[in-house]
C-alpha cells in the first residue's frame, strides 16, 4: 500500500475510535439531560394543575357567595309570605323562592363536583411530587456515573489523542488538511477502500480508467462521485 494511504488509514483508525469515544459520552449526557427535562415538563404539569385549582376553587367561592344571597333571598321570601293577603302575590313569591332554591341545589351540585375534582388534581400533584422526589435521586446517581465514565474515558482518550498527533506529525500537511476537510464533511470517513471498482463510501462503481490507476497504487485517488479518498488493497495483503 502506497505509504500515505497506510499512514491516513492508521490515522483514520484512532479518529474513528476517539469518535467513537466522543459519541458515546454525548448519548450518555444526552439521556441525562433528557431525563432532566422530564423533570422540568413535571414541574411544569404541577404548576398548570395547581393554576387550574386556583381556577375551580374563584369559581367555587362565587358559586358559594351566589348560593348564600339565594339563601337569605328564600328566607326573605318566606317572611314576607306571613304578611302578604293575596293568592296572586303568594304564589308570585312562592315561584321566586322556588327559582331561588333551584339556583341553590345547582350551585350545591357544581360545587361538589368542582372539590371532587380538586381532590382528583391535589392527588396528581402528590403523584408528580413522588415521581419528582423518585427520578431526581436516580437521576444524582446516574450523574454521578456519568461524571465517572467522563473522567476514565477522558484518561483514555489522552493516550489516544497523543497518539493521534504522532501519527498526523507524519503526514504530507496537504494531504492532511484534506483528510481533516473531508472528515468533516463526510460524516467522519475521508478514506475509503474500493472493492471490486465500488467504493465502499458511497457505493458507486469508478469507471474503469480511473479503477485501473488505482490499482497501480502510485498516486492519491479520489471517489468521483464522494470525493473521499479512495484506495485498493489486495484480498489478504497491504
Ligand atoms: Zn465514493
Known amino acids: 500500500m502506497n505509504k500515505h494511504i497506510a499512514q491516513l488509514v492508521q490515522l483514520q483508525g484512532i479518529d474513528l475510535e476517539l469518535d467513537r469515544i466522543d459519541g458515546g459520552i454525548r448519548a450518555e449526557e444526552d439521556a441525562l439531560a433528557r431525563r432532566e427535562q422530564g423533570i422540568v415538563l413535571r414541574r411544569e404539569t404541577i404548576e398548570e ?3 387550574a385549582i386556583k381556577e375551580l376553587e374563584k369559581e367555587k367561592k362565587l358559586l358559594e357567595d351566589n348560593m348564600a344571597d ?3 333571598q328564600v328566607r326573605e321570601r318566606q317572611a314576607k309570605m306571613m304578611r302578604v293577603q293575596t293568592s296572586r302575590e303568594q304564589q308570585a313569591i312562592l315561584k321566586e323562592i322556588e327559582e331561588a332554591k333551584k339556583v341553590v341545589k345547582e350551585n350545591e351540585e357544581r360545587i361538589l363536583t368542582i372539590m371532587q375534582d380538586v381532590e382528583k388534581k391535589h392527588a396528581r400533584i402528590a403523584e408528580e411530587e413522588n415521581l419528582i422526589i423518585g427520578e431526581t435521586k436516580l437521576i444524582a446517581d ?5 461524571r465517572k ?3 476514565d474515558t477522558n484518561a483514555a ?3 489516544k489523542l497523543s497518539r493521534r ?3 498526523a506529525a507524519q503526514i504530507d500537511a496537504a494531504l492532511l488538511r484534506k483528510y481533516e476537510m473531508l472528515r468533516k464533511r463526510r460524516h467522519g470517513i475521508a478514506i475509503v477502500k474500493v472493492e471490486g471498482a465500488v467504493c465502499q463510501g458511497c457505493h458507486m462503481k469508478l469507471p ?3 479503477f485501473n490507476l488505482l490499482l497501480r497504487g502510485d498516486s492519491i485517488y ?10 485498493y488493497q489486495a484480498e489478504g495483503g497491504a
Open 165 to 167: 498527533a504522532q501519527e
Open 70 to 72: 339565594k339563601q337569605d
Open 149 to 151: 465514565a467522563v473522567t
Open 157 to 159: 482518550k489522552k493516550d
Open 208 to 210: 474503469p480508467q480511473q
Open 222 to 231: 479520489e471517489c468521483p462521485s464522494c470525493q473521499r479518498i479512495v484506495y
Open 49 to 51: 394543575i395547581t393554576a
Open 142 to 146: 446516574e450523574s454521578k456515573r456519568v
